[in-house]
């Protein structure tokens, strides 16, 4: 099998699977419990927190959450919740993950929040003159992802902070979901960010929302007091302790792994290039782990299935959006085509790929463009 589905979820660390087994054995005690056994959890579950920590900085503070949608969903809401009186406008882009548009969209729809999304240029990411005539004395929030989940299109964290600090009522937070452990990210520029354990080879259901320490907001879960109040419910306690080992492996391997997907980026684009009715949809600064393009003479979810039946798993779009989308909102948004946007394709890399998968995938397509009926293009 050849797996370049990765922005959707990698395979998990065989050293991290090895842990599981004994955590549960050693430290299966509720960490909220009082007793020996659940303090010993509980010490175990802030080690990790502060080793988190270590990596962003001491303005910061950790809440586990079950992965970036969770934790998207706590920064947005309970930000415009708790910051309401000092405005009600919501600031992102066509090009985020569904967890940010449709909490947005929700703000809008049921609370009168005022929610402006910024274009994407051709480079896949925002002009930034978009933002100083959006941003204004109402705006609470800008949300901007920093890599593309669809494109691998990177937005300049420094230049938005640059404009928000104008602000400060602002709060600048950004899902680095698909960047962290991978592309080097500058945290200090942030007032919070969102990630998952499961796009680093870490375990599903965990993840964390990272935000200064001065930041309040209102907890979209009622009940005990875990996460300092923010986040109630009794802890992922597995997987919240291997977080930290998670993202520990990924930087420590940032700049290896980052060279072997770059060969891998690199060689995918040239062969693609090889490939008659193929475009390119990712930009050429974008991230090495993932490429998009467009088949122009055929549908792309015809491709996907074919390409799938031969043992090779890629995507349309973000899985979190794949059954409802029918439209790359990102690549729609790039070049206004929306017969292009229809027919995107997303290839994501691990540092588990090898050169000799890319071409094997090149030749399967090309087999299969030459049997797939042509679409009728206008």
């Keep these: 099998m050849i797996y370049f589905d990765n922005a959707a979820t990698t395979k998990t660390s065989p050293d991290l699977l090895e842990l599981v087994a004994k955590l549960e054995a050693a430290y299966f005690a509720n960490p909220s419990s009082k007793h020996s056994l659940g303090l010993k959890s509980k010490r175990l579950l802030e080690q990790g927190r502060s080793e988190l920590l270590s990596h962003f900085g001491e303005q910061f503070k950790v809440i586990y959450t079950s992965g970036a949608t969770e934790a998207n969903n706590l920064f947005i809401k309970g930000a415009a919740f708790n910051y309401k009186n000092r405005g009600n406008k919501i ?3 066509v090009g985020e993950h569904p967890s940010i548009l449709n ?8 609370f009168n929040y005022e929610i402006v999304c910024l274009p994407l240029n051709e ?5 930034l003159n978009d933002l100083e005539e959006a941003i204004d004395e109402q705006t609470i929030i800008v949300s901007i992802i920093h890599c593309s989940s669809e494109t691998g299109a990177i937005n300049d964290l420094q230049a938005i902070k640059n404009i928000t600090k ?3 009522k602002v709060l600048f937070h950004s899902d680095v979901t698909q960047s962290i452990g991978k592309i080097p990210v500058d945290f200090a520029c942030l007032d919070a960010f969102s990630f998952s354990a499961h796009k680093l080879h870490g375990l599903k259901g965990s993840g964390a929302l990272i935000l200064k320490k001065e930041i309040d907001l209102l907890p979209l879960f009622s009940g005990g007091n ?3 109040g923010l986040r109630a419910g009794t802890e992922n306690f597995i997987p919240n302790v291997l977080l930290a080992k998670t993202l520990r492996l990924s930087l420590e391997n940032l700049e290896n792994n980052y060279a072997h997907v770059e060969k891998l980026k690199q060689k995918f684009h040239e062969k693609l290039n090889e490939v008659e009715g193929i475009i390119v949809n990712s930009p050429t600064n974008s991230s090495p782990y993932i490429i998009n393009f467009s088949t122009l003479e055929h549908k792309s979810s015809i491709i996907v299935e074919a390409l ?7 995507s349309t779009t973000s899985a979190c959006d794949a059954k409802s989308a029918k439209i790359s909102k990102a690549v729609f948004s790039m070049y206004n085509d929306e017969h292009r946007a229809k027919n995107s394709v997303r290839i994501s890399f691990s540092k ?4 000799e998968e890319v071409n094997i995938f090149i030749e399967a397509l090309k087999n299969i463009l030459k049997q797939v009926k042509k679409l009728w293009v206008i």
Excluded: D, F, R
Excluded at 103 to 110: D, G, P, S, T, V
Excluded at 308 to 314: R, T
């Design 352 to 355: 588990n790929n090898k050169l």
């Design 308 to 314: 799938s039946n031969e043992n090779i798993m890629v």
């Design 91 to 93: 600031i992102t882009t």
């Design 226 to 228: 875990h996460e300092g």
């Design 123 to 127: 480079e896949g990411v925002i002009n």
């Design 103 to 110: 909490a947005c969209k929700q703000l809008q729809e049921h």
């Design 166 to 168: 104008n602000y400060p």
